[in-house]
């Protein structure tokens, strides 16, 4: 009799050993399961930190861009005591030279309001220095018009430039420059 007493307690604590053990087991499971998720999350948080870190780098670099030729834009006009004594068509013909400049520089398409940033000129000047720029130019600098009377300028890089010569009429430049002299 002592010894299935002895045999029972032996099976007994096998029993709460191996419950024992299975509970540590899962205690362990879970708490690496929760590690997991912390890593995971934090990987998370460091990709989303990455990518607004490269949204900001991607928007200072434009930036940076706007800033440049602004300032070669105020570098190729001259002083304003200068244009104080200088006649108002050699400034107007310094500024346009420079925004022909500065557009063959970043070929595109610009607004009215983006050239105003640029040139640091009010609208009125800047329209002025727009039709100067497409007498001095007609080949390369484009004028257009869009809704709402919005003036767009576009430059044209050299093979695209003959390849419109071709194909241009000048009834709709004569049409663009009675609209422009009507604007100002």
Known sequence: ????????????????EKQRKEAQDMVMLVSAIEKI??????????????????????????????LK?????????????QEACSSEG?????HAKSLID??????????????VDMLGLNKTTVISV????LELDPKHVKMSQGKRRKLFLAYVPEEE???ADA???????????LELMAMT
């Open 130 to 133: 727009m039709k100067r720029a």
């Open 37 to 66: 998720s912390k890593d995971l999350n934090a990987k998370n948080s460091d990709v989303d930190l990455l990518g607004r870190l490269i949204d900001q780098v991607d928007r200072l670099s434009k930036e940076v861009a706007d």
């Open 90 to 94: 050699k400034a107007l013909d310094n």
């Open 102 to 115: 500065i557009m063959a520089e970043r070929p595109g398409r610009y607004t009215t309001s983006e050239l």
């Open 1 to 16: 009799m002592f010894e299935e007493l002895l045999e029972l307690y032996k099976t007994k604590a096998e029993e709460i």
């Open 161 to 163: 430039a003959q390849a």
């Open 167 to 177: 194909s241009s009429s000048s009834e709709g430049s004569d049409r663009m420059k």
């Open 69 to 81: 030729c602004q300032l070669r834009a105020r570098q190729g006009r001259p002083a304003p005591v």
